[in-house]
């Protein structure tokens, strides 16, 4: 492998080993193949290393990182983005499948479209190779900041982002974690435009220990904390729509139970 790849692809891991496999081979599948996979295991207490270090000792392109301690997802993503080599970065989540022209076409549209800063695309929620359902997201720029005070812009598991841009923003706050994706959205924002692909990109893996699973209140606390944070930027206007969504969000906060609450948002934003 040369030492410039033009994507790199970044994967932060946690007890892993029961999906970690497939989600690197859906990336060595692909129809682009001048990548690298930068894989952190984030201290897991399973064999998720050990099954990496036998798929890097295949394939050259597989680079290896591990945390001595667990440290939260924000850590995770801004030692991966240090380490990174491409001059784009795509997110691949380890539980996650990439479908096999993801890289190929947001490299595409990146290289085509210059002032867009991050690019994604609709996500295909699935359980054991069964369809659950599909997240649609808009398409051009104008559309997207029209409902970033709502939901983030850009599904963090499937976009692509200049390397560039990254550096301009900075490193993730790791204090914001798991909410750090939105931030770095709203920063990446400033300057530059966001898009999605108006197809599937990326294969959503369901399952008890996805993050799907795991939205709380603190969560949800500092989502709104960070929305507020952004409000009065020039880059951004804040509807009517998106003061009452967001009042709602935290008057309702303690009177409907989280599960409830992620279910109530999936019936929102996905679709059969």
Known sequence: MHNSPTISVLMPAYNAAQYIEASIESILQQSFQDFEIICLDDASTDNTLEIVRKLAKKEKRIRILSNQQNLNIAASRNILVQAAKGKYIAWQDADDL??????ADQKSYLDS?????IVGGYLEF????ETLSYRKYQADDTALRRTIFKYSPVAQPAAMIRRECLKEAGSYGETLSPVEDLDMSF??????QFANLQYVVLRYRIHPKSATHRVSRHQEIITLKTRWKYHT???YTVSLSDIFFNLAQLLTL???PPKMR???FNLMRNSK
């Not at 990439?98 to 890289?103: C, D, G, I």
């Not at 479209?113 to 800063?117: A, I, L, R």
């Not at 699935?126 to 190779?129: L, V, Y």
């Not at 920063?187 to 530059?192: A, E, P, S, T």
Request: proline share 7%.
């Open 98 to 103: 990439s479908v096999a022209t993801r890289l």
């Open 113 to 117: 479209h210059p002032k867009v800063g």
């Open 126 to 129: 699935f359980s054991d190779e």
């Open 187 to 192: 920063r990446i924002g400033q300057k530059w």
């Open 233 to 235: 930027h020039p880059a």
């Open 254 to 256: 303690y009177l409907i």
């Open 262 to 264: 992620l279910q109530l």
